[in-house]
């Protein structure tokens, strides 16, 4: 019998902290009573088990709890369920992390590309990657378009669009694309840039897989999913059914999921088939620590069995004077992603996109010189 060991952070007293892991195990793998319960293999095989329990501090508890492997049915949604389903519900629990096992991330896949594929895509040896973003949404696809040729002049990485940008009548996903990429094709003819553009590909799965058939068609070789809005199991599938494709994950409605983010963002994103996972970098305009973005970028690149490491993408409020910082902070197995600031440049912001990728270009160099 094979388990993963999960562990949930617990707000409890200390008289009652064993009685509520109890029912954390038994919540997470049967939700019912145990004496109701008379097959023996149930009990013995199914039934959660509690395997540690660690006192923080006062009032807070680090809950160690083994869940059987197979009530996953190795499936991306099953899944999170065993993981956080019905506790999750619970507001005095928060997920932390879990020990997959390795026949799970075999069974998985993880990331079509990884680190190495994406450097081989836009040809970056060495060096951290860059992107930015297409917006606001509300702009025709015309202009979208001449945005992103602008950006592609100026030598970036990859232009995705805004995760905001889906199939609006304002900027049909079908027009959009095909003018976004007309747009960065012949800014890589004109500059000799190696721009890859990504589009955001939303709705349902057959409709995500119509929109990334449309991409592939256009020559596009990367899309951006929001695995929290589409649901695990369809991004799974849709990594699996394009497997030529790169796939970069946005982080909305991560923060409402009470998962740790080093585990949701850097691990099971990864584990999924993220290529690329995005989130929020501290000193930006959102609240996670240095500390937690560290441990997101350790948790999509560290080696973990057969899976292919994940490039972490710290993003939010980004400027062009921070690059140093940043890229010191996390190394060069980095996509650093700055949009507004880009794009407040206006008539220069080919220039400022030139001068974006130049410095993230020298930072490597210099240290290997210095």
Not at 96 to 111: S, Y
Not at 260 to 289: E, H, K, Q, W
């Given at each position: 019998?094979?388990?993963?060991?999960?562990?949930?952070?617990?707000?409890?007293?200390?008289?009652?902290?064993?009685?509520?892991?109890?029912?954390?195990?038994?919540?997470?793998?049967?939700?019912?009573?145990?004496?109701?319960?008379?097959?023996?293999?149930?009990?013995?095989?199914?039934?959660?088990?509690?395997?540690?329990?660690?006192?923080?501090?006062?009032?807070?508890?680090?809950?160690?709890i083994g869940l059987a492997v197979e009530t996953t049915g190795f499936e991306a949604g099953q899944l999170l369920c065993m993981l956080f389903g019905n506790t999750s519900l619970q507001e005095d629990v928060t997920l932390?992390?879990?020990?997959?096992?390795?026949?799970?991330?075999?069974?998985?896949?993880?990331?079509n590309f990884g680190v190495e594929g994406l450097r081989a895509a836009c040809g970056a040896d060495g060096r951290?990657?860059?992107?930015?973003?297409?917006?606001?949404?509300?702009?025709?696809?015309?202009?979208?378009?001449?945005l992103a040729w602008r950006l592609a002049a100026g030598g970036i990485d990859f232009i995705k669009d805004d995760h905001g940008l889906a199939d609006q009548a304002y900027s049909p996903f079908a027009d959009r694309v095909r003018a976004c990429a007309?747009?960065?094709?012949?800014?890589?003819?004109?500059?000799?840039?190696?721009?890859?553009y990504v589009p955001s590909v939303t709705g349902s799965t057959d409709a995500a897989a119509s929109q990334i058939t449309l991409t592939?068609?256009?020559?596009?070789?990367?899309?951006?999913?929001?695995?929290?809005?589409?649901g695990v199991s369809n991004f799974h599938r849709l990594v699996r059914q394009f497997p030529g494709m790169a796939f970069i994950a946005h982080p909305a409605?991560?923060?409402?999921?009470?998962?740790?983010?080093?585990?949701?963002?850097?691990?099971?994103?990864?584990?999924?088939?993220?290529?690329?996972?995005?989130?929020?970098?501290?000193?930006?305009?959102?609240?996670?620590?240095?500390?937690?973005?560290?441990a997101v970028a350790d948790a999509a690149r560290r080696p973990w069995a057969s899976l292919k490491p994940c490039m972490p993408c710290p993003a939010g409020g980004m400027t062009l004077d921070r690059v140093p910082e940043i890229l010191d902070f996390y190394g060069p197995?980095?996509?650093?992603?700055?949009?507004?600031s880009l794009l407040s440049a206006r008539d220069r912001m080919t220039q400022e996109t030139a001068a974006f990728a130049a410095r993230v270009a020298s930072h490597f160099e210099e240290r290997s010189h210095g």
């Open positions: 019998m094979s388990r993963m060991t999960v562990v949930y952070r617990v707000r409890s007293n200390a008289a009652s902290i064993e009685a509520r892991a109890q029912a954390i195990a038994v919540e997470q793998s049967v939700e019912m009573p145990l004496a109701a319960i008379s097959d023996e293999r149930v009990l013995r095989e199914i039934v959660g088990e509690v395997q540690g329990i660690r006192e923080l501090e006062a009032g807070l508890f680090d809950v160690r932390r992390c879990a020990e997959i096992p390795d026949a799970m991330c075999v069974h998985f896949g993880g990331p951290a990657l860059t992107c930015t973003a297409l917006k606001p949404q509300g702009l025709p696809p015309k202009e979208l378009a001449a007309e747009a960065v094709r012949r800014a890589r003819a004109e500059t000799g840039s190696r721009t890859i592939i068609e256009e020559g596009v070789g990367a899309v951006m999913v929001e695995p929290m809005i589409i409605l991560a923060g409402a999921s009470r998962i740790a983010p080093p585990l949701l963002l850097g691990r099971l994103f990864r584990l999924f088939g993220a290529d690329v996972t995005i989130y929020p970098n501290y000193g930006g305009r959102f609240s996670y620590s240095p500390q937690t973005c560290k197995d980095t996509m650093l992603l700055i949009g507004g």
